[in-house]
């Protein structure tokens, strides 16, 4: 075949720039390194030391609109509707009770004279629980954290994220990372399979002491847990110990909550000498067991 010198091709694409490639199956990993590196830097870039992490169901709403659903579902013939309703009227408290705890922290949190931010209340990013953390945390002024995760059925943010701190993730193991790397505490309210899921595998880490921090885990609503779960089954079945009972604290109030938070992220995140003898110094993002 006789090539005429003249004739021209087009630029190949640079290979970061390929959207095919970096779309493909053979792109993954640098996929999932970019879900490792570019809220690493926004991180860095905001000044964020450690996070303190709400979960709950993205299911639970606010009063005004529980009620809303309520007086819309009083006028349909379906009994199921009006039952579902009743049990958003009940649960809405959490929704407040969560919006009420984050406040406390974050202006609590706010009054730490350090260079960077501590504490700073982070969730799933979507509505319910979610919603009213980061609501609490924006009322008192704070940053706060939304690390969202791309389903087939949309998840969008709430409006109380910080926009500069507003995160989307496709995988989920690297979402889950985010969750539990600058993580000092984990706040758990009631919720379905995905609260579950984080709260039993921070509680993982931490019996099996793979983190090189206290993780301080509060459980909130004994009325909801100990209707769901019988942790003293476990100890009686030998399953776990009764040592491992003391890795989380049940309260029934978010001033209570508040202060099992602010005294435990006090005596092992803030006491110097105790921070020093850790190795927890100033860490610029957190520190893990290798």
């Not at 809220?39 to 992490?53: G, M, S």
Request: hydrophobic fraction near 40%; proline fraction near 6%.
């Amino acid at each position: 075949m006789t090539i005429d010198k003249d004739d021209t091709i087009a630029i190949a694409p640079l290979a970061y720039e390929n959207p095919d490639f970096l779309n493909s199956p053979d792109g993954r990993v640098l996929r999932i390194l970019s879900e490792y590196m570019e809220p690493l830097a926004r991180f860095r870039r905001e000044q964020i030391q450690d996070t303190v992490v709400f979960f709950g169901s993205a299911r639970i709403h606010s009063r005004e609109e529980a009620q809303s659903a309520l007086d819309g579902a009083r006028s349909s013939p379906e009994d199921g509707a009006r039952k579902l309703a009743e049990a958003g009227i009940n649960m809405a408290r959490y929704y407040e009770d969560a919006r009420r705890m984050a406040f406390l922290l974050s202006q609590w949190a706010s009054e730490i004279p350090a260079r960077r931010h501590r504490f700073v209340v982070t969730t799933g990013g979507g509505p319910g629980i979610m919603e009213a953390a980061n609501r609490g945390a924006r009322e008192a002024g704070t940053k706060t954290i939304g690390l969202n995760i791309r389903l087939p059925f949309e998840q969008y943010p709430n409006p109380y994220i910080t926009p500069s701190l507003n995160f989307e993730f496709h995988y989920f193991f690297m979402r889950k990372f985010w969750f539990a790397y600058p993580a000092k505490a984990l706040v758990i309210f009631p919720g379905g399979f995905g609260t579950l899921d984080e709260l039993f595998e921070i509680l993982t880490l931490a019996q099996t002491q793979k983190l090189a921090k206290k993780i301080l885990v509060v459980i909130y609503g004994r009325e909801y847990w100990d209707r769901l779960i019988n942790f003293q089954t476990m100890v009686d079945a030998a399953a776990i110990s009764a040592k491992d009972l003391e890795l989380f604290k049940m309260v029934d109030s978010p001033e209570e909550g508040f202060e099992c938070l602010r005294d435990g992220l006090t005596k092992y995140h803030l006491d110097p000498e105790r921070a020093k003898r850790a190795g927890e110094v100033a860490p610029e993002i957190a520190k893990t067991n290798r």
